[in-house]
């Protein structure tokens, strides 16, 4: 099969969970397919990135930036109002992306275009060809929730512009496409509610068991870890409101405490928090596998978000115990109190860690138990199978309407 693959980012080095999800699910479409893959430049280590993907076989072509993201500009917000799109969406409107894919829709034949998020899926309204659209997050929902967590006025404004934004826009756009890949069960009934009738499956998120493993000799005494890309906001505000709210009250009883915040781009005010006895923002490291390692406990106080978490598939591939939120867990096939411990009120999350930290052979069980779920349910190889399968369908026609040639004058 000839197939496209858009994408807004490289995904290597895979250094947030979109990233990651990227890149497993290129590295297996790679084996059985012909790729091309198309994304715009946002980091310095971009050309490098396209040049792994190269080595696997994948026809990868960048499109060369100046910024690291796309900034907001005058031009982003005229665009998403006179093109009723939402800002984030509005900002992947780049001229120079868009010339590139009607290049290579001119000079190639593709039977099939996979579009990584709506960042991408904007340019489905210049081509009929046939498409599969990949959602990581029901973004509305995000902001929904944004605008739930927040007392500034300012705020819960423009959160509920963008939630609207995004709301409209998936509802006038999804169904473009032959299908919707969303990343949990919990995403489809969302975008089913916002457009009853989509055509829709399910694409979750996966781990490399053969990566992730468990190491349980190097494995410290009273030390927690969360880990994210912390300029992503949900991250930020899992990490502070865990600081806050939940780690105090920890420290009373295990005063030797020792709390790791692993993940790029934390904010001047997150860094602030590392002043605190026992608390370690890190920054950006090479490889988050040796903290894992090394943790006693995995948290995940997550009250923002969509998808499903990376973070707690590879803390279970490395059995370890993990103490998440309803929010952090939304999506995953886990059992409460078997694979994975759920607690959503500051003090009973605090207990649940104590109980973990307290008692060695409850944190085994319940991190062999997540090993086991994840090598059954959440392994790349399996997922990698089911996405081929869902694009064959849509090239047989079994998916939604029959497509045509795409055709340049669009």
Not at 21 to 26: A, D, I, K, P, T
Not at 42 to 70: C, F, N
Not at 72 to 101: C, E, G, H, N, W
Request: charged share 25%; proline share 5%; with cysteine.
């Amino acid at each position: 099969m000839r197939l496209l693959f858009l994408s807004s980012t490289v995904p290597v080095p895979a250094t947030d969970g979109g990233r990651l999800r990227v890149l497993n699910l290129l590295k297996q479409v790679a084996q059985r397919n012909r790729v091309s893959f198309l994304a715009l430049e946002t980091q310095p280590t971009d050309k490098e990135g396209i040049e792994y993907l190269r080595s696997l076989g994948i026809k990868a072509h960048l499109v060369p930036h100046t910024s690291r993201l796309p900034s907001i500009t005058l031009r982003t917000v005229s665009q998403s109002v006179l093109k009723r799109k939402p800002l984030t969406v509005a900002r992947y409107d780049v001229p120079a992306f868009r010339r590139t894919f009607h290049s290579l829709l001119d000079t190639g034949s593709y039977d099939l275009i996979h579009y990584e998020m709506f960042h991408t899926g904007q340019y489905c309204l210049e081509t009929n060809a046939r498409s599969l659209l990949s959602l990581q997050n029901v973004d509305s929902h995000i902001w929904r929730r944004l605008r739930e967590q927040t007392s500034n006025a300012l705020r819960r404004c423009f959160f509920r512009t963008q939630e609207r934004a995004f709301r409209r826009y998936e509802r006038t756009m999804s169904n473009r496409f032959d299908l919707v890949a969303c990343a949990s069960e919990v995403d489809r009934d969302l975008m089913n509610e916002i457009c009853p009738g989509l055509n829709s499956d399910v694409i979750p998120n996966g781990v490399d068991t053969t990566l992730y493993q468990p190491d349980h000799e190097v494995e410290e005494e009273a030390t927690l870890i969360y880990t994210g890309s912390m300029d992503w906001f949900p991250n930020e505000d899992a990490a502070i409101y865990f600081l806050d709210e939940i780690l105090p009250t920890i420290q009373k009883k295990c005063p030797n405490l020792k709390f790791y915040v692993v993940g790029q781009f934390p904010s001047e005010r997150l860094k602030r928090y590392g002043n605190r006895p026992g608390v370690i923002i890190t920054g950006r490291v090479d490889d988050v596998k040796p903290y894992i390692a090394r943790a006693t406990g995995y948290v995940v106080p997550l009250r923002i978000g969509g998808g499903t978490r990376l973070k707690i598939l590879e803390a279970l591939a490395m059995g370890k115990a993990v103490v998440s939120t309803s929010v952090g867990s939304e999506g995953l096939n886990l059992r409460a109190g078997d694979e994975i411990t759920i607690a959503d009120e500051p003090a009973k999350f605090a207990d649940a860690v104590l109980q973990l930290m307290e008692n060695g052979s409850m944190r085994r069980e319940l991190g062999d138990n997540g090993r086991r779920r994840v090598e059954t349910e959440y392994e790349w190889r399996r997922i990698g199978e089911k996405l081929q399968g869902l694009y064959e369908a849509v090239v047989a026609g079994d998916s939604g309407t029959t497509g045509t040639k795409y055709n340049p004058s669009s």
